[in-house]
C-alpha cells in the first residue's frame, strides 16, 4: 500500500499544480512537495481510520475460527505500509530451514514492539501468530486486530491464565490452526545484556505441540524510533536453526532453554 499511496500522491500534487497552475518556475516546486506530503498524510490517515474501522467488527475476547481473514489481511497490510513509513529495510536469512509441511513455535529475542510485527509480515505464507502481553491485546483497535489474527494474550501476573495461553497456542499448532511465536525473555530487552534470562514455561508450546521449534535472532529493531524520521535502518532477522520435535521431546523445558539461549547468544556474538 505504501506504493500506492506514494503513487497517488504524486498524481495528485501534479494535477493540482496542473489545474491551479500554481508552478510558474523552478523556484514553486515546493508546493508540489506541499501537496505530495499533504495528500500522503490524508492517505495514512483514512488508511487508519480504516483499520479502526474494520476492527470494530473483530471479536474482543475469541480467537478466530479461520486464521485466514479480512483482519489478518487488514493487519499485515498495515504492518507493511507501518514499516516502510518507518524506513525498515528487512534482510531475512535462513528462511529455507522453516518446514513448509508442519506447525512451528518461533522463539528469539525481543529487542522492540516492532519484533513480532516484522516476523509476522516476513513470515506472513507460514501464518505466524505470537503469543503476546494482554497489554497489547488491549490496545484500543490495533489490539483487536491482533487477535483477531491468532495473537493469544498472555497474562504475566496470573499463573493459571498464563498456563491457559501456553496451552491455547499448543493447541493451535497441534490442531494446525497457526504456527506461534514467543519470546522467551519475558519481555523487550533494555539493557545492555545481549539476552535476558529466558522463561522456561515458553518451551512446553513446542513439548505440549509435538512440534519442532524455529530459533531466530533479531537486530537493530530497537533503533527505528530513533532513526525513522533521519535515515532508514537495516534490520536482520536470521533463522538460525530449527529443532526437530524428536530432538527435544526427552528434555526438560530448562534443558532446551539453556540449549536454544545459547544459540542465539553465540550468533548474535558472532553476528
Same mark, same amino acid.
Given at each position: 500500500m505504501y506504493y500506492v499511496y506514494v503513487f497517488l500522491s504524486a498524481v495528485g500534487a501534479f494535477l493540482t499544480a496542473a489545474v491551479?497552475?500554481?508552478v510558474k518556475s523552478v523556484f514553486d516546486c515546493w508546493k508540489i512537495i506541499a501537496v505530495f506530503i499533504t495528500i500522503f498524510l490524508l492517505l495514512i490517515w483514512l488508511h487508519a481510520a480504516a483499520d479502526m474501522f474494520i476492527s470494530i467488527f473483530a471479536s474482543r475476547k475469541k480467537q478466530p475460527k479461520k486464521l +485466514?481473514?479480512?483482519?489478518? %489481511?487488514?493487519t499485515l497490510m498495515s504492518i507493511n505500509l507501518f514499516l516502510h513509513?518507518?524506513? @525498515?529495510?528487512?534482510?531475512?536469512?535462513? @528462511?529455507e530451514k522453516i518446514p513448509d509441511d508442519q506447525r512451528f513455535l518461533m522463539v528469539g529475542n525481543h529487542l522492540s514492539i516492532f519484533d513480532p510485527m516484522i516476523a509476522m509480515y516476513c513470515f506472513r505464507d507460514k501464518e505466524l501468530a505470537f503469543v503476546? +502481553? +494482554?497489554e497489547n491485546i488491549n490496545m484500543p483497535f490495533f489490539g483487536r486486530l491482533m487477535? @483477531? %489474527?491468532?495473537c493469544i494474550p498472555? &497474562?504475566?501476573e496470573n499463573n493459571r491464565s498464563a498456563v491457559k495461553s501456553i496451552m491455547t497456542a499448543a493447541r493451535n499448532i497441534a490442531e494446525n490452526r497457526a504456527s506461534m511465536g514467543i519470546y522467551p525473555e519475558g519481555g523487550i530487552n533494555k539493557s545492555e545484556e545481549l539476552l535476558l534470562p529466558f522463561h522456561h514455561g515458553s518451551f512446553k508450546i513446542a513439548l505440549k505441540a509435538k512440534a519442532p521449534i524455529v530459533v531466530t535472532s533479531i537486530r537493530n529493531? &530497537? +533503533?527505528l524510533k530513533k532513526r525513522f524520521l533521519f535515515k532508514s535502518t537495516n534490520i536482520y532477522l536470521d533463522v538460525i536453526e530449527v529443532l526437530p520435535y524428536d530432538e527435544i521431546s526427552d528434555l526438560k523445558t530448562a534443558e532446551i532453554s539453556h540449549m536454544i539461549r545459547n544459540d542465539i547468544l553465540d550468533f548474535l556474538k558472532s553476528a
Amino acid at each position: 500500500m505504501y506504493y500506492v499511496y506514494v503513487f497517488l500522491s504524486a498524481v495528485g500534487a501534479f494535477l493540482t499544480a496542473a489545474v491551479k497552475q500554481s508552478v510558474k518556475s523552478v523556484f514553486d516546486c515546493w508546493k508540489i512537495i506541499a501537496v505530495f506530503i499533504t495528500i500522503f498524510l490524508l492517505l495514512i490517515w483514512l488508511h487508519a481510520a480504516a483499520d479502526m474501522f474494520i476492527s470494530i467488527f473483530a471479536s474482543r475476547k475469541k480467537q478466530p475460527k479461520k486464521l +485466514k481473514n479480512i483482519f489478518r %489481511s487488514v493487519t499485515l497490510m498495515s504492518i507493511n505500509l507501518f514499516l516502510h513509513i518507518m524506513k @525498515a529495510k528487512i534482510h531475512v536469512t535462513g @528462511a529455507e530451514k522453516i518446514p513448509d509441511d508442519q506447525r512451528f513455535l518461533m522463539v528469539g529475542n525481543h529487542l522492540s514492539i516492532f519484533d513480532p510485527m516484522i516476523a509476522m509480515y516476513c513470515f506472513r505464507d507460514k501464518e505466524l501468530a505470537f503469543v503476546s +502481553k +494482554k497489554e497489547n491485546i488491549n490496545m484500543p483497535f490495533f489490539g483487536r486486530l491482533m487477535l @483477531a %489474527s491468532g495473537c493469544i494474550p498472555l &497474562d504475566r501476573e496470573n499463573n493459571r491464565s498464563a498456563v491457559k495461553s501456553i496451552m491455547t497456542a499448543a493447541r493451535n499448532i497441534a490442531e494446525n490452526r497457526a504456527s506461534m511465536g514467543i519470546y522467551p525473555e519475558g519481555g523487550i530487552n533494555k539493557s545492555e545484556e545481549l539476552l535476558l534470562p529466558f522463561h522456561h514455561g515458553s518451551f512446553k508450546i513446542a513439548l505440549k505441540a509435538k512440534a519442532p521449534i524455529v530459533v531466530t535472532s533479531i537486530r537493530n529493531t &530497537d +533503533k527505528l524510533k530513533k532513526r525513522f524520521l533521519f535515515k532508514s535502518t537495516n534490520i536482520y532477522l536470521d533463522v538460525i536453526e530449527v529443532l526437530p520435535y524428536d530432538e527435544i521431546s526427552d528434555l526438560k523445558t530448562a534443558e532446551i532453554s539453556h540449549m536454544i539461549r545459547n544459540d542465539i547468544l553465540d550468533f548474535l556474538k558472532s553476528a
